[in-house]
């Protein structure tokens, strides 16, 4: 590096170089050689090789295994607003590009496949919920959150506000605390200057007086609590695998297994299935599939059931007293690290084993998982053998992903978690 540069440097290993230059944004622990100074955590360091050369720019973690994520390789970059707002519009513009009419609902930042490490941003109508699990990005939310409020206002998006799910442990290991609830937008500028053009909105301390809102996705209308719901309060990345899902639905008797809010059997529902069972655990979950269900004017063709989906479908089986020709297994991730992938893969064979057993030869299966730690290719050769076992073959229909608003980065595989099959058994 030629020019003087502001930020602290940090020196890391071969490994990590290699690492960087492949495209990856994040740096281990384990790689640091030798940190210059002491760095605020949260703050911006230079990274660079053994040898001096400039690697790129990021937020430096104190406590996280994951010691720095970085966020620019141009040593000409310069970290303020303007840089900010650009990253902003760029996420936007490619979600406008690709989502087209599906705004609405929709993640406009996912972490660092947007360069935005650590952040989630998703769109519920007119409320946008963020989760922030680093230590950079709790510090730059002053910055970030009123601009992406801007981005998006100016851009002719009406929205309530901005609501933080930050209750998971994974802040923890940030060094961060947990919690929810409604970001201030006016208290986020200390100097008490609103940006030019802020909408009236932006300038009240006031917090909306709800945290539900409704949505629209695929047709089918659904109530969300945005405080209250799974992650950031609904799954935005299998919204055109229902579109898959309600194609093939028409006429059939379709069992929706861990339905949770019921998306996958209201899309079913729709596309004409002749009846849909929606299963899950949780009483609270199918409460909220059954509002729904009515809300959309399907209870008619939907019935719904707590229970243990391992539990389920081996009595099924058993009993015969059910048929069903479309099976849906859409599992939470059964798997959240390297450790457990083993005992994951056994319970993903465990219910598509059960699934394939209890459909007729030409039924049809639809499958996933959304654990980046099952890869794909683990996924695939557990339903080799389990239709192995099951004695049947797979007809493949589709292999899908997530939605493209959940932007797979190549070079960040972490980036690639969810996978999605149909077959047809035959």
Known sequence: MKQLRPYPLVTVSKKAERSVVGGHPWIYDTELRCVAGAPANGSLVDVVTEGGKFLGTG??????KIRIRLISRNANDRFDDRFWERRIRYAWDYRKTV?????????IIFGEADQFPGLTVD????ILVTQTLSYGMELLKPVLFPLLYQVLTKDGQNLRGIYERNDVAIRELEGLPQYKGWYPLAAADPDGQMPAGAPAAFCTETSPDSCLTEICENGIFYEIDVENGQKTGFFLDQKYNRQAVARLAAGRRVLDCFTHTG??????????????????VSESAIAMAQKNAVRNGLQDRMSFRVANVFDLLPRLQESRQETYDFI?????????????VDSARKGYKEINLRAMKLLPRGGYLATCSCSHFMADDLFVRMLHSAAA???VALRQIEARQQAPDHPILWNVPETDYLKFYLFQIV
């Open 59 to 64: 937020f430096l973690s104190e406590h996280s």
């Open 123 to 126: 769109r519920f109508h007119d």
């Open 389 to 391: 076992d099951a004695g």
């Open 99 to 107: 989502m087209g009419t599906d705004i609405d609902c929709c993640r």
């Open 328 to 340: 849906i297994l859409d599992p939470p991730a059964f798997t959240k690290s390297r450790r457990t």
């Open 263 to 280: 998306s996958f059997a209201l899309n079913a529902a729709m596309g004409g299935a002749a009846h849909v069972c929606a299963v899950d």
